[in-house]
């Protein structure tokens, strides 16, 4: 549990009684060892492996261990039997499984002349090239094991991971004690000087080793113990200086255990502003393509450096540590803020899936503008989702009375994760369905909402006079168009109430003007009547909600090119040649930038698609 000291893990090797059988059969036998295992100790710089080496071991022992290795060593052996001093001709090594394995990385930092040192001294052997080439990358190398002749054994070739990991394995087995070495993230000078010590100390024994090697190794062999033991090693050897190389390793993506336990360790220590250059390089590295496999780690670093976590309810976004200061908080926020957009466009740029949508969505849920559209199924309401996430810094709950018939939303819902697209059932002429919304939205949005956008209207009647207009329909234009807003606003009140920014806007129509009612009285009259006592709604309801800090506009979108726009297209080419008309996207765009630029000062106002203010 946080905050509270974990023990190092107490190691007593499992397999004693094992070993002391087959030490008392080979009272009796005169032989103890019958399997030894060839594996390379080092990977050269073009990628290929070398310096095979040869261990030897008891195989009841390591059948006793896992069942992995039970497997591998039953029946008739996959490799081969022999003689105990015969010559071991290896394929090679390039085409075995070195390429995932961190051990070798780690091995390539000792000096050369130390590892074979340890190797003649404590494993005896001797390496015979088959040509007169001595640097065994480019040739098949031929070994032959030196031992007392007598009895068969049976040799496996380890083809995923390096000599000296198992070497540790097999000393473990036998007597239950581990040392790792310093991991390579704290400086090859520590790891060797620490090496050379511990030999002085203990010449008889193998050389220390990578706990991240043994990690991997314990973890297929299912030696759960030492595993934990090399886990435990890991999360030790961290400090400031070290802890983010390690966060973006590819081991570390390899293994989401070790990486939460690093983002865990990060937290608690290093949120603070010394760690931003660190920060910022990895950045630099994400947004050129070379630390994808680090967007996991990143994400959850990000979560913890930018967000300011209200109810810290999520394992991921975890309470601050008691030593960081709110200042420090801030200042920490602030900073990587402006690294974010910085990086923003070269992040998103750089794949073909942006990275940047997946790390800029997990912030925009927290710490960026929100914002819910009503009646997004098509038409403006549809243009005003696609346009805002086009900005990776916004999230966005479209709404709609069946999104399910909606093809616009489902491909918006297939191109955009969850965390940056949310689609929500509502109907807003059903008082429980806007209910049943805000609860949903609610729980979406812990920061509250930053924007509401009451888009969804209908025009049912568009060439019909008042005279002739069916009543029946008319009240369902009203129902949408004017009741329908102040059930959403009602409903959206407390979650506007909580947000930063406090936008409402009201999409009405040029038609709802008083002043222009005489130049339109021949189309839409039914839609203009309702639009009219929406800007009436919007001029009074503004004015109250002024005081609370809430700014609500009422904007015309212009003759839009939508199924309903274009009910009106041959009466407006006659009769309003010149007024334009708007794709969805363009229209949506400029209304957008009127919200955007909308302040509370010059609430209450009725607005142009073009951004000047219409008559009322």
Known sequence: MKGKRVNRPSLVSPFHADLQFALTD???????????????????????????????????????????????????????????????????PIAYDYESDSDLEDDGGED???????????????????TGSTTGATTTPTIQAMGTAGGDIRTVMIKDSAYTTWQNLLFYLYTGQVHYAPLKSQGVELRRSETRKYRVIHP???????????????????????????????????????????????????????????????????????MVPQLRSKLELLS??????????????????????????????????????SAK???????????????????????????????????????????????????????????????????????ARNPDASPGLRQLQEQYPKDRLAIVPMDVADTSSVRQAAETAAALLPNGLDWLISNAGVALQPGVTYEDCNLDALEQELQVNT????????????????????????????????EMAPAYCEI???????????????????????????????IDPGWVATDMGHTIDDWMRQKAPDIPSYTPRQSAARCLRIISDAKLENAVEFYSVEGVKDPW
Request: glycine fraction near 6%.
């Open 26 to 92: 080979s009272l009796l036998s005169g032989s103890f060892i019958d399997v030894r295992l060839c594996a390379c100790s080092r990977r050269l710089p073009s990628g290929r492996v070398d310096r095979p080496g040869v261990l030897y071991a008891n195989s009841e022992v390591l059948k006793a261990a896992s069942p992995y290795l039970r497997g591998l060593l039953a029946g008739g052996f996959a490799e081969s039997v022999g003689a105990l001093d015969g010559e071991i001709h290896e394929t090679n």
């Open 329 to 399: 908080r801030t200042g920490f926020r602030q900073q990587w803020w402006n690294i974010v957009r910085d990086y923003d466009t070269a992040i998103c740029l750089s794949y073909s899936f942006p990275v940047g949508r997946v790390i800029f969505s997990e912030i925009a849920l927290l710490d960026m503008p929100s914002y819910l559209i009503t009646g997004a199924s098509r038409g403006i309401g549809l243009a005003f989702v696609a346009e805002l996430l086009q900005n990776v810094n916004n999230i966005v709950i479209a709404t």
């Open 483 to 514: 009741i329908g807003p102040i059930k959403v606003v009602r409903a959206f009140l407390p979650l506007i109430r909580q947000g930063d920014l406090k936008k409402i806007a009201l999409i009405s129509s040029g038609l709802a003007s008083l």
């Open 204 to 274: 008889r024994r193998p050389p220390p080793y990578s706990p991240k090697s043994m990690y991997r190794l314990a973890n297929i062999l299912g030696l759960d113990g030492l595993k934990l033991s090399a886990a435990y090693a890991i999360k030790e050897k961290l400090s400031a200086k070290n802890v983010l190389d390690e966060l973006c390793s590819t081991f570390s993506s390899r293994y989401s255990d070790i990486k939460d336990e690093q983002v865990r360790y990060f937290e608690s220590h290093c949120r603070n502003s010394e």
């Open 112 to 130: 050369e002349g130390e590892a074979s040192n340890t190797q003649a001294q404590s494993w005896p052997k001797k390496i015979v090239e088959s």
């Open 524 to 554: 839409s009259n039914t839609y203009a009547l309702t639009k009219a006592a929406l800007n009436m709604l919007g001029r009074r309801w503004g004015t109250m909600l002024q005081s609370e800090g809430i700014t609500m506009i009422l």
């Open 288 to 325: 050129s393509g070379t630390l994808s496999h680090s967007v996991p780690a990143l994400v959850d670093l990000f979560c913890l450096c930018l967000i300011e976590v209200k109810t810290p309810s999520s394992a991921t976004i975890a309470p601050v540590a008691e030593h960081v200061t």
